[in-house]
């Protein structure tokens, strides 16, 4: 399994869940079962449901034990519901893209590889990246550089994607890396490579809503007392996950009764984030951005 995926922050997300010896239990990302293997290993009679709606991880799967769902995390409670498995005693989400994504090159998640302009995690999905890039509008291209890549050049990059576009359509990897090149000092292009693709990924998969509609449901599965675990790796879904917790809402702010006493479903187990080792970041540099949170329904 480590082939395809190597678990982040393994032992630490496991710890977290409190795992009990019967119960049920939801891993929201599957990938290649590294965090999967390791709640079986522990509490091997418990039932596992696994979500992922990467064709390639079912393709790959090895576990027996767990009931893996060909489904987006953002329906979690109806198929929980559909399949006669609530409430649930804990779970645990890891918001990254694998390994395995990143390293087949025709996924086109990275501009380390010449192919297509995909960046689709549920191949089913009819808007790819080569149709966010040959259609979007002038602002709409803006507003996704500006807030999903956090880009200071997000208005001269979208201008020159429209320019573009109007000679010869956006199809490869290397069209859009070569429009970069041209805006970004080369000391830092990789880093600004990154964000462009990042910024697309999030959009095409609209990762973000699915992780606000995740995050409400797991309100709804968890029993009283259950844990959520969730990994998250940029300020985007650490900050959606950071109010969450605090407060059940995404804007972060505290509701209060007529007393002044702040409301709350969550008692938030984690007061300072947790991140991966060094020891770990030195084996596996994808870990190095990792925030675990931690928290239990009241």
Not at 150 to 155: D, H
Request: overall charge positive; glycine content about 6%.
């Amino acid at each position: 399994m480590s082939e395809y995926h190597e678990p982040v922050l393994l032992q630490e997300s496991v710890d977290a869940l409190n795992l009990q010896k019967v119960g049920t239990y939801v891993d929201a990302t599957y990938g290649g079962g590294g965090h999967s293997s390791e709640i079986i290993r522990r509490s091997p009679n418990i039932r596992l449901i696994a979500f992922d709606q990467d064709q390639d991880a079912h393709d790959n799967k090895q576990l027996k034990e767990v009931e893996l769902l060909n489904q987006n995390f953002r329906f979690l409670k109806n198929n929980l519901r559909l399949i006669g498995a609530l409430p649930v005693q804990g779970i645990l989400a890891d918001f990254g893209v694998s390994s395995h994504q990143f390293d087949v090159a025709e996924r086109g998640f990275s501009f380390r590889f010449e192919s297509e302009l995909d960046m689709r995690m549920n191949q089913q999905s009819p808007l790819d990246a080569k149709q966010i890039l040959n259609t979007y509008s002038l602002n709409k291209l803006t507003d996704i550089f500006r807030e999903f890549g956090e880009l200071r050049t997000a208005r001269k990059l979208a201008h020159l994607i429209i320019e573009r576009r109007e000679v010869k359509p956006f199809l490869q990897t290397a069209d859009l890396v070569t429009l970069v090149e041209r805006i970004s000092n080369p000391k830092i292009f990789n880093k600004e490579m990154a964000k462009v693709f990042q910024a697309l990924r999030i959009e095409v998969n609209d990762e973000l809503g699915a992780i606000r509609h995740f995050l409400n449901q797991s309100l709804d599965v968890l029993e009283k007392g259950g844990r959520l675990v969730v990994i998250s790796y940029h300020s985007l879904e650490d900050r959606l996950v950071k109010n969450f917790m605090r407060s059940g809402r995404f804007d972060g702010q505290l509701q209060k009764d007529h007393f002044g006493r702040a409301e709350t479903p969550w008692k938030v187990i984690t007061r300072k984030v947790v991140v991966p080792t060094q020891e770990e970041c030195d084996r596996n540099p994808r870990a190095r951005s990792a925030k675990m949170r931690i928290a239990e329904k009241l």
